[in-house]
């Protein structure tokens, strides 16, 4: 089986408002073949700095959301992941870590090794960053 890409995402969710309302478009690229999720996992950080890691199906009301997602890899986040984003997490707020396989570039990720290319780097440009200079242009 063809691999593709892996990416890791931190999304952070200021005052602690975590909602489960991605996880219906995480669901629908993983059904449609789009992505593969590899791992997630919660990272909290209250008021007075105690941070806290959970799994979804530890997470209230929000977290149900996420519980239908198939992991590929549970704990393929590890601690020293949780901890890493801990480190930059301001007090009352939290991340979702969420380590995605790209299933949509396997097809090109065989082409370059069939003709023994090899990628030398891979930039990906914030959204942010593209609707900024579309809309200066």
């Not at 986040?77 to 997490?89: F, P, Q, R, T, Y």
């Not at 380590?99 to 990628?119: G, R, S, T």
């Amino acid at each position: 089986m063809a691999l593709g890409p892996v990416d890791v995402y931190i999304i952070g969710f200021p005052g602690n408002k975590f909602t489960g309302r991605i996880a219906p478009a995480m669901m629908e690229l993983v059904e449609n073949g789009t992505i593969r999720i590899i791992d997630l996992c919660f990272v909290m950080k209250d008021a007075d700095g105690v941070v806290t890691t959970l799994e979804a199906a530890d997470i209230d009301e929000a977290g149900v959301a996420f519980v239908g997602i198939d992991i590929a890899q549970p704990g393929a986040l590890g601690h020293e992941d949780a901890e890493e984003v801990s480190d930059d997490l301001p007090p009352n707020s939290s991340a979702l870590l969420v380590a995605i396989e790209n299933l949509w570039a396997a097809k090109l990720v065989d082409a370059l090794q069939a003709a023994d290319a090899v990628v030398i780097d891979s930039i990906r440009i914030p959204v942010d960053v593209v609707q900024a200079a579309l809309a200066a242009g």
